[in-house]
């Protein structure tokens, strides 16, 4: 098991909030084993190197790719191009146009290209629609609404893991412009053989978030 990381009032290990956070956003009880594996399976023992867990690297790879210098360049060049391109307010439209859904639009879009290029939006063209449309409803998430109750929530869910499985089965060559940060963590993800499934649904919680 990973080290224990505190929350903010220190009654509950991050770790273990964070496996809660796992299932209930649907990566299988096997996928979340692997986000804490820390030595291959067969393999443990003094005499095995060990390596970061899954979510430590998350928490690393965020701050390297974050902090000032090239990495924050690499994220900020492609965020700052997109706002560039999308700031236009479309005032020639007849119909009246939503300040915050065209804000909306503009963050989520912008962080979307700034982390994996323009290859996912390709994939998907109406992504930005569909997170929106899910974000509305993903309270429904986390308070685990019984599914019957939550199909427009859990078929735009689907519909961006889709994406997600879609842009990860490509060579990251057919992918340019993606995060440092993104190549590192499906990197580590593939060493410990995280399922595609489970790939998709980790890098969507990472977009959702």
Same mark, same amino acid.
């Given at each position: ?19 809660? +956070?796992?299932? +209930? !956003? ?23 190197? =060990? ?7 998350? =928490?690393?790879?965020? +701050? ?5 210098? =090239? ?16 700031? =236009? ?38 992504? +930005? ?18 599914? !019957? ?10 519909? !961006? ?20 940060? !993104? ?27």
């Amino acid at each position: 098991m990973s080290a224990t990381y505190k929350i903010n009032d220190g009654s509950l290990s991050y770790d273990i909030f964070a496996q809660a +956070v796992f299932r +209930v !956003i649907g990566i299988s009880k096997e996928g979340v084993a692997k986000v804490f594996q820390t030595q291959n399976p067969g393999k443990e023992g003094p005499e095995y190197p =060990k390596y970061k867990n899954l979510l430590a690297n998350v =928490k690393e790879f965020q +701050v390297r790719q974050l902090s000032p210098g =090239k990495g924050l360049d690499e994220i900020l060049v492609p965020a700052v191009e997109f706002i560039d391109r999308n700031l =236009k307010l479309p005032v020639d439209s007849k119909e009246a146009v939503s300040l915050f859904k065209w804000i909306s639009d503009i963050f989520v879009g912008f962080g979307q290209e700034a982390y994996f290029g323009k290859k996912l939006g390709e994939i998907e063209p109406d992504l +930005v629609q569909i997170f929106q449309d899910f974000d509305e409803c993903a309270w429904q998430v986390l308070y685990q609404y019984p599914s !019957i109750l939550c199909g427009d929530m859990l078929n735009n869910k689907s519909k !961006i893991q889709s994406a997600m499985e879609r842009y990860f089965a490509l060579p990251v060559v057919e992918r340019p412009g993606a995060a440092w940060l !993104i190549l590192e963590l499906e990197k580590a993800m593939k060493r410990v053989d995280v399922s595609v499934s489970d790939s998709a649904i980790f890098f969507f919680q990472m977009y959702w978030r």
